[in-house]
């Protein structure tokens, strides 16, 4: 059973500095990976998607890596901003699976001025 | 603008009152599914639908039903709400595995 392991479940950081936030999984027989931001009592919304072939994804200050070998992700974020406070939340979709979702519990990142 | 779109967004009712949250895609995504969040817990997968009239059981599909009569409707059915099923839902939609899934706004449901 596929289990999703996120370190650390908090994090705080002054503006501008730069942070990783890892995702480990148990079983590397995957389809994808997905990086997702959820603001308090909102919904999900995707940051990046690694398919397995995929060694890393890039969308303006974020850059999200996989190892699909070793069981790891990082999701980089450069030069942190007070808006980029949220949950983060990491989900991978094992094959034989039918495109379902194991989602880590997240890491609650605040950035402070 | 693609999205998904849930309904009602916030629901408080008591135990035993038969309630549906609809979900609606306008994306002719194929892969429909629910979680509920809970905190300490994560998202956990209840059902999950590959088209029209194929529908399947998650990881904790106990006291929900879905069906899919529609390609863009998935509604979730809770038949007699429990106190434990009090939680966030969220209905999410793609194409065929391997490809990223949209999420709705959620539905914060309280069971008294």
């Known amino acids: 059973k596929q289990e999703v392991t996120q370190i650390p479940a908090a994090l705080s950081v002054p503006e501008g500095e730069n942070l990783v936030l890892n995702c480990s999984f148990t079983?590397?027989?995957?389809?994808?990976l997905q990086w997702f931001r959820q603001d308090p009592g909102k919904g999900l919304t995707s940051l990046l998607l690694i398919q397995s072939s995929q060694r890393e994804q890039t969308s303006g200050r974020l850059n999200a890596s996989l190892d699909k070998s070793s069981g790891r992700s990082t999701l980089y974020i450069a030069a942190s901003q007070p808006g980029d406070s949220a949950t983060y939340l990491c989900?991978?979709?094992?094959?034989?699976?039918?495109?379902?979702?194991?989602f880590g519990t997240g890491t609650r990142l605040q950035v402070t001025l | 603008e693609a999205q998904v779109t849930q309904n009602p967004r916030y629901l408080i009712t008591v135990t035993g009152k038969k309630l549906t949250v609809t979900c609606s895609q306008n994306m002719n995504h194929e892969y429909m599914s629910w979680y509920r969040q809970d905190p300490g817990l994560g998202l956990r997968q209840i059902y999950y639908?590959?088209?029209?009239?194929?529908?399947d059981k998650g990881d904790v599909p106990e006291g929900y039903k879905v069906s899919r009569k529609e390609k863009r409707n998935f509604p979730l059915i809770l038949e007699s709400p429990s106190p434990n099923q009090t939680s966030l839902y969220f209905c999410?939609?793609?194409?065929?595995?391997?490809?990223?899934?949209?999420f709705g706004p959620g539905t914060r449901l309280t069971v008294t």
């Open positions: 989900a991978v979709t094992s094959t034989g699976t039918a495109s379902k979702l194991t």
């Open positions: 079983d590397s027989a995957i389809y994808n």
């Open positions: 639908s590959m088209n029209v009239e194929v529908t």
């Open positions: 999410a939609s793609s194409t065929l595995r391997g490809l990223e899934q949209y």
